[in-house]
């Protein structure tokens, strides 16, 4: 990893933006912490990877690259923006929004999580092109849509699962106490109509 000292010393250094090819040298940085011997370059490779060798514990897969660019956002933040001019009386800070922080319901600031996200409807309608295209091309050569729920009985997910994929699931009790699973994947789903 030969860039990587001067990746981290130009963060280090209050930039206004984490660059691209900063971000791509990190990456692999964390690919190669992950599984030494990988010759992969992202993170979401890297993890697609692990996930299917098996017997891989979630605290054994890498971040996902806009979780890990978030964490390098805010150490950017925090390292070069806070620390980097600790000795100005009066230095002139960035928004913590712009780099990985957002403001809670109390105003206290907290790490922006990623996962899902609130779409504008400028990025709605270039989505929705793009699936649309994509439905056609798939009924044009013989697909046929379904729609399946996004939760199931938590009993159905124990008994067509082993018991370590529980790890991978989000419990929830109904109004009705009975105990429900945020689906991961399409798997009973499709069991189920096939």
């Known amino acids: 990893m030969p860039n990587l000292g001067n990746v981290f010393s130009h963060l ?46 979630l605290e054994n897969i890498p971040p996902t690259k806009e979780a890990l660019r978030q964490h390098v956002k805010r150490a950017v933040f925090q390292a070069g923006h806070i620390w980097g ?40 309608v270039l989505a929705e092109r793009i699936f649309q295209t994509m439905e056609r091309f798939f009924k044009l050569h013989g697909a046929e849509t379904i729609d399946t729920p996004l939760f199931e009985l938590k009993e159905t997910f124990v008994q067509n699962f082993e018991p370590e994929y529980s790890r991978l699931m989000y419990y929830v009790n109904d109004q009705g106490n009975e105990s429900v699973s945020l689906r991961f994947d399409l798997t009973v789903s499709l069991k189920r109509i096939f």
């Open 12 to 57: 280090s250094h209050a930039p206004p933006e984490v660059a691209t090819d900063d971000m791509d040298n990190i990456e692999r940085f964390f690919v190669v912490l992950y599984r030494r011997t990988s010759s992969l370059k992202k993170v979401n490779e890297a993890r697609k990877q692990l996930l299917t060798q098996g017997n891989r514990h």
């Open 85 to 124: 001019q600790f000795q100005i009386a009066n230095p002139e800070l960035p928004l913590p929004s712009d780099w990985g922080w957002e403001k809670n319901t109390d105003d206290v600031w907290h790490p922006f999580w990623t996962g899902s996200r609130n779409y504008s409807p400028q990025e709605m």
